[in-house]
């Protein structure tokens, strides 16, 4: 499985724009708890929202979409 990283507010710059890949979901799970990933959502591979949350998502990875700032 592979996943690309997106803040809502552009604060995990050493993620975004990276292709992370791992052979399970839990394998995901333990990287995101050892690095205190925030609060996510996973957008699926070709998801186009066109009201614009959550965000589209064209790519073949899945989206892997970050709220640092959740309220």
């Not at 993620?15 to 990933?37: D, I, N, R």
Request: glycine content about 8%.
């Amino acid at each position: 499985m592979k996943f690309t990283i997106q803040d809502r507010d552009g604060g995990l710059d050493e993620f975004e724009g990276k292709v992370f890949e791992f052979q399970t979901l839990e394998e995901f799970a333990k990287w995101a708890a050892q690095v205190g990933l925030p609060r996510h959502t996973f957008i699926p591979p070709h998801f186009l929202n066109h009201y614009g949350h959550p965000p589209s998502n064209p790519t073949e990875n899945w989206l892997v979409y970050c709220e640092s700032s959740y309220d």
